[in-house]
RNA sequence: CGGGGCGUAGCGUAGUGGCUAGCGCGCCUGCUUUGGGAGCAGGAGACCGGGAGUUCGAAUCUCCCCGCCCCGACCA
């Protein structure tokens, strides 16, 4: 029984000031965690719970599924991440130290290398697969910035799996009994969530999806089509291509188009040459872009901006990409800013990548490639040719569901869990393979498999507090029931203690408000505050044999007998479940 | 890394060159109070992020550094 006369806790009545999420705000009030430095949280004895909580929930699924759990350590030598190159390609994001003896080492960001070198270690033959393993472990990644409280840390929890096995089939089932176990936990956990495609990233692989937890401070963008179902982060949506017919498209023409570097400007002129009818979505934007310092031009319509996040999901090895500066624009003298078309680009030498929204067949007003003007009808395919098509333009509200054309939702969330099938990328890498049934060595392809832990505790927190402070679901809360005694006699103090004992010895889990000198009030809030599921008071209806039971939820309260307390918490527990 | 904001007691804050740095919460002592963040009285707690400078005098002005938050870039 947590006993908060002496429970190692301090909550605050204000928000802290360097908080702006919900989650950040009242974990740090209701005395949860206290920040140590930009994306690093120290866990209180509250916190520490509930993280066991998640922990424990995630542990128990994972079990179930029949996976097994190692542990690694987070302190790891360089040698393992130069096979996988990553020691160079993971960049600044890796925590980087040395030994007394000055050999390098790492605090582990991701643990692919060790996993596959245990697997290497110990198996070698077909006969021991499909195997899956997984922990829970502290993670080091110096972000460049971390972000809203516990959502985006430099340091974090997180609960890694990898798959084996000796076939495509077989991997394809690892990773379905993995989604199962994830859907069962995030369940558990009482977390609104959707299953979404994404693009696997820097760790390479297929097929890769995302859990993300709808929550207006999420920092993933992705849609959903109300109709079929349809869901993908937005750097995985994919823009059907509807070539259109240009057979009756006058000639292309150039314009006068003085002072128009903009599309709005140039629509105003448009509409004032040609009375009216046109808008941005009737011009084709030329974004110049740098890739690892190439120029590239980028073909969008004139009223979306280039996603960047899509457009270098889109381009496979690129690290560096932005727009073009003033300083790039200064390399390419022929380029005429505000009024750059795809016109000519061949002769420059420049990549020229479009959007599918710009299809072949599609007409439009662009630029001229010289200073105040323009030209119209020009049409893909006619007067330029793009040399490739890439997903770059934003994905908006409305925008037509790529399998049914439905019009799409798009809505911001928290990337809770990851899976994904890594394919040999790493067993090739770090050489694992086994004998197949014909003595001969296959190399083992892998899934890989992520949640969140910590995260998840912020997310959870996220998506259940409202406006008096946080709401655990029951698994989670770091007790089940929250009893307040109040008053000046001693009767209340003890009902209430014996009341708590009881819950215990029936396996129901307690906190104890058992402080004498804060008030009644005081007591309330802080119940409130801290966000366990069912709150007892133990007062004044003690005059009539009675305490009272609330739902901290719905906020529903109720008198009870005192000698029906244990079966009403009982009743309202399972009810909760 | 680019842009913006900020750094004063455990927390939230006031203080734009001039007395011993002020207030609220929290903390300690005493009395009163005790069902919605109590009242009175008395206390403890601050090298004003750090360094250098300007000045008779710096929390306050200048320069450099450090740290934190937000937007963006970045981020299995």
Redesign the pocket.
Known sequence: MLRMSTLFL????????????PS?KLL??AGYVR??????YSWLPLGVITLRNVERIIREEMDKAGFQEVHFPALLPREAYEATKRWEE????LFRLQDRKGGDYLLG????EMFTLMVKGEYSSYKDLPLTIYQI?T?F?D???????II?GREFV???SYSFDLTDEGLDISYQKHRDAYISTFDRLHLKYNIVK????????SK?EEFLAPCP?G??TYVLCPKCGFAANVEAVVTKVTPADASKVPAMEELDTPNTPTIDSLVAILNEKFGGGFTGAATLKNVMLMADNKAISVLVPGDREV???RL?AGLAGV????TFEEDDFAKFPTLVKGYIGPQDAAKSGITVYADPRVAPGTSWVTGANKLNRHARYVVNGRDFTPDAYIEAAEIREGDACPDCATAVVIDRAIEI????QLGRKYADALGLTVLDQNGKSQVVTMG?????VSRAVAAIAEQSYDQ??LSWPLEVAPAKVHI?A???EDL?FDTAAEIGAKLEAAGISVMLDDR??????????????IGIPV?I??????ADGN??L?NRKSGE?SEVAVDKAVAAVAALIASLS
Not at 90 to 93: I, L, N, R, V
């Open positions: 301090r909550t605050l009545r204000d928000d802290p000031a360097d908080a702006e999420v950040h740090v009030r920040r140590i430095a930009a994306g690093i993971y960049g600044p994001s960001p991701t643990h692919e472990q993670k990644r972000e460049a910035r971390p972000r809203s409280g985006r997180m609960k890694d994404a693009v696997s990233g820097a760790m390479g692989g890769s401070t920092e993933d996603d960047l996040k270098q690290e560096e990409l932005h869990g990851h899976i994904f890989s498999y992520g949640i969140g008096i402070g307040v109040t008053g000046k209340p004498r000198d804060p008030s009644a009030g005081v007591k309330f809030k802080d119940a409130e505050l709150i008071v133990v007062g004044k209806s003690l305490i009272e609330r309260k």
